[in-house]
């Protein structure tokens, strides 16, 4: 069974700080995680993904995550966020030996302040 | 770049008629998922599709059907509408399938309302 767990519903930074998105993953095996941002009444737009190897991931708009196997995270970062980045972030795995259908997170609402 | 196509957008319907949701992938793409997004929730996976073949299913309700057809468009068929059925469905993409750490591509989604 794979499930995944995005502590925080909300996510408050002011403009310029930097941020992080929290997301603990479980799986049977090994991992594949990725990091989805959605707009209101938009789609899921893909940000970044984790395979193998580095376990800094660079993505989209700036934004980075960060893979450890000992604390089953891949938290979502940025150094700088913009009030342009508030959006519902999801996370989601699968595991590479069990079903190709990734499980979502709950959801993290972002909101940057001016 | 191309994306995923979703008709129509928006759809109204009263209690007990029929859908038909519309999902065109990005071209090579052979797998189609479904997803139903509830307000404030992560979205639910349905269905999928693989080279026209129901590949994986999720909780969809006995009253959906879908398929993919050969030119790989998807539809997801909805009879018997209930008020809880409202919600954006989505339709995500990728290729090929058997690498599975691909990403999905995700539609616009279509907002559908039952009154």
């Known amino acids: 069974a794979q499930s995944v767990a995005q502590p925080e519903d909300q996510v408050n930074v002011a403009e310029g700080n930097p941020l992080t998105v929290k997301c603990t993953y479980s799986v049977s095996g090994n991992p594949y995680l990725f990091w989805y941002v959605q707009y209101p009444n938009r789609g899921l737009q893909f940000l970044l993904k984790?395979?193998?190897?580095?376990?800094l991931v660079k993505g989209s708009y700036g934004f980075e995550a960060e893979f450890n196997k000992s604390q089953t995270s891949f938290h979502l970062k940025k150094p700088s966020a913009l009030v342009s980045d508030s959006a519902l972030y999801f996370c989601?795995?699968?595991?590479?030996?069990?079903?190709?259908?990734?499980?979502f997170g709950r959801g993290t609402s972002l909101i940057v302040h001016p | 770049a191309a994306g995923v196509i979703q008709s129509p957008r928006h759809l109204i319907k009263e209690k007990r008629e029929t859908a038909t949701l519309k999902c065109y992938p990005i071209p090579r793409h052979d797998t189609v998922y479904w997803y139903q997004q509830g307000p404030g929730q992560d979205p639910q996976f349905l269905i999928s599709?693989?080279?026209?073949?129901?590949?994986d299913k999720g909780s969809i309700p006995d009253r959906f059907s879908a398929q993919q057809f050969s030119d790989y468009h998807s539809e997801l068929n909805m009879s018997s509408l209930e008020l809880g059925d409202s919600a954006l469905y989505f339709c995500?993409?990728?290729?090929?399938?058997?690498?599975?750490?691909?990403?999905?591509?995700f539609g616009p989604g279509t907002r559908l309302t039952v009154l």
């Open positions: 984790y395979i193998t190897g580095d376990n």
């Open positions: 995500a993409s990728s290729s090929p399938s058997v690498l599975s750490y691909n990403e999905q591509f």
């Open positions: 989601a795995v699968r595991d590479k030996a069990g079903s190709y259908i990734p499980t």
């Open positions: 599709f693989y080279e026209k073949m129901q590949s």
